[in-house]
């Protein structure tokens, strides 16, 4: 039997024991939905760049991106054991703790904290080329908390290690100089802020010594105190001073800590008179009982007050003396 057609507002239908198409989306509900899906993306995105850009979000950044040197470390020098063990740590199970970083210009980031664990990846990379060191974790704080990771940075060693002066006064000047404070005084008083007055005059001192000669000292950590202020009271006393020390490090090239501080207390001692020319006069040496002499060769000249005629005759006799 035909089976019969159903009519519809549209016409004739199809089989009525058919399956009825399904009905066409208004494009109305259509843009809805896509509106909609679209606004959950974006919600979704920004929810992942919040959660990257406050921290909350560990990336895999390349070595090569990551600017060690952005801020300056209070402490340069690593224990060779301790970097020794913390390769064979990460070689075994990987790095467990992120890095800090914060964004740069050009897609690069600059080092807040975690040198020892960017410097350790980057050693295992170098020796053994596998990829799994050429990435370092880090999470990304806003440039905002820089002076909080300075801080915490300094509190952690001020207990651990005892930082020279030189590198109290070397982090607070590089601090200011990248514009984490607004001058190396002001980075002194957060950084520092609990040691007392007379103590952060002296790291102000020593921000001084490292403007001055911080490119040309090669052991600056092994500077102590009493040389260092001594340097800068020099300094202050004598401003032209600088450009002699500046010349002497860079023509001693000391090799050692000890020879560069041999090199520096040197700097403190009056240079020698000179030596006369053969020929010209020596300049007068004062004589007890108001004396003057004045020699040059082949000849003495005795001045002053003193040179009375009882001197003279006293002089006249232990010449004869003398057999002259």
Known sequence: ???????????????????????????????????????????????????????????????????????????????????????????????????????????????????????????????????????????????????????????????????????????????????????PAAAVRMLFQHAPGPKRSKILSFVALHEALGDVLRFPEAIPEKLGLALIKAMQDNPGSVRKMRDRLQKARPDSASVERGVLDALLRPDPAPKPEAGSDRAGEDLDAGVRMTVRPGRVVLSGQGVSEDFVRDLAEWLETRGI
């Open 1 to 183: 039997m035909a089976k019969r057609k159903r009519l519809t507002a549209f016409g004739m239908g199809g089989d009525e024991d058919a399956t009825p198409a399904p009905a066409p989306v208004p494009p109305v509900a259509r843009i809805a939905a896509e509106a909609a899906t679209q606004a959950a993306l974006e919600d979704l995105a920004a929810e992942l760049r919040q959660a990257r850009d406050s921290g909350r979000m560990v990336l895999d950044i390349p070595l090569a991106l990551v600017e060690a040197n952005h801020l300056q470390r209070d402490r340069t020098l690593m224990n060779p054991d301790d970097m020794a063990s913390l390769k064979a740590s990460i070689r075994d199970r990987g790095q467990q703790v992120p890095i800090e970083v914060v964004a740069l210009a050009e897609g690069r980031y600059g080092l807040v904290s975690g040198v020892r664990r960017l410097t350790a990846l980057a050693a295992l990379f170098q020796e053994t080329g596998e990829r799994r060191f050429g990435t370092v974790k880090a999470l990304l704080r806003p440039f905002e908390a820089a002076p909080e990771a300075y801080l915490a940075m300094v509190e952690e060693n001020e207990i651990r290690a005892d930082l020279s002066f030189y590198e109290r006064g070397r982090l607070a000047h590089e601090a200011a100089r990248i514009g984490v404070f607004d001058s």
